[in-house]
C-alpha cells in the first residue's frame, strides 16, 4: 500500500496515492500540482519523479525515477 497525499489536479484539491519510491517518504508540506500524468516531489537533495498508472481518471501514481537538483 502505497503513501496517500493531497496534490491539486486542475486547480481542484485532490488525494492520490504514491505507490514505490523512498520507503521514508512523507507527503510534502507546499501544495503539489500534477502536470499531465506526472509529478515531481522535492525530497532529500533530489526530486522523486511518479508517473500515473492507468486510465487518466486513475488516482493512483508509481515512482518512475529520481533526479538530482540542478546547481
Given at each position: 500500500?502505497?503513501?496517500h497525499i493531497?496534490?491539486?489536479i486542475d486547480g481542484?484539491?485532490?488525494a492520490i496515492e504514491l505507490e514505490g519510491g523512498p520507503p521514508d517518504?512523507?507527503?510534502p508540506t507546499q501544495r503539489i500540482?500534477?502536470?499531465g500524468n506526472k509529478i515531481?516531489?522535492?525530497y532529500r537533495a533530489g526530486y522523486e519523479h511518479f508517473e500515473q498508472v492507468g486510465e487518466p481518471e486513475s488516482r493512483v501514481f508509481r515512482w518512475a525515477?529520481?533526479?538530482a537538483i540542478a546547481e
Amino acid at each position: 500500500m502505497g503513501n496517500h497525499i493531497e496534490v491539486i489536479i486542475d486547480g481542484k484539491p485532490a488525494a492520490i496515492e504514491l505507490e514505490g519510491g523512498p520507503p521514508d517518504i512523507t507527503p510534502p508540506t507546499q501544495r503539489i500540482y500534477v502536470h499531465g500524468n506526472k509529478i515531481k516531489l522535492l525530497y532529500r537533495a533530489g526530486y522523486e519523479h511518479f508517473e500515473q498508472v492507468g486510465e487518466p481518471e486513475s488516482r493512483v501514481f508509481r515512482w518512475a525515477m529520481r533526479t538530482a537538483i540542478a546547481e
